[in-house]
Nanobody, 124 residues
Framework: QVQLVESGGGLVQAGGSLRLSCAASGRTFSSSGMGWFRQAPGKERELVAAINWSGGSTTYPDSVKGRFTISRDNAKNTVYLQMTSLKPEDTAVYYC?????????????????WGQGTQVTVSS
């Protein structure tokens, strides 16, 4: 079993930055692929960033590429999402997720454990 706890969400003006953190416990974090997803009201949950077990591979959709950066610290069992140049359309609940496998995951069904989410609101 894996427990994931997100933090760092909040209200920010357009153009601002936020850093989300996800603390993991309960399983060997360093062998898990990790991801950040978001879900806006009335929309499906979508991937915004994923990272493999070592941090050597990452992936982003075009909507956030160049603005969001995912990273991990396996010594601290923590994964981060640095968000810059935020836009109102980035407003959503952001979820951290962990895989039972070490590689990148691109779809929600590839993830086995989920945090409860943290709200990010970007005002115009």
């Amino acid at each position: 079993q894996v427990q994931l706890v997100e933090s760092g969400g909040g209200l920010v003006q357009a153009g601002g930055s936020l850093r989300l953190s996800c603390a993991a416990s309960g399983r060997t974090f360093s062998s898990s692929g990790m991801g950040w997803f978001r879900q806006a009201p009335g929309k499906e949950r979508e991937l915004v960033a994923a990272i493999n077990w070592s941090g050597g591979s990452t992936t982003y959709p075009d909507s956030v590429k160049g603005r969001f950066t995912i990273s991990r610290d396996n010594a601290k069992n923590t994964v981060y999402l640095q968000m810059t140049s935020l836009k109102p359309e980035d407003t959503a609940v952001y979820y951290c997720a962990a895989r039972a496998k070490a590689g990148l995951g691109f779809r929600t069904y590839e993830y086995d454990y989920w945090g409860q989410g943290t709200q990010v609101t970007v005002s115009s």
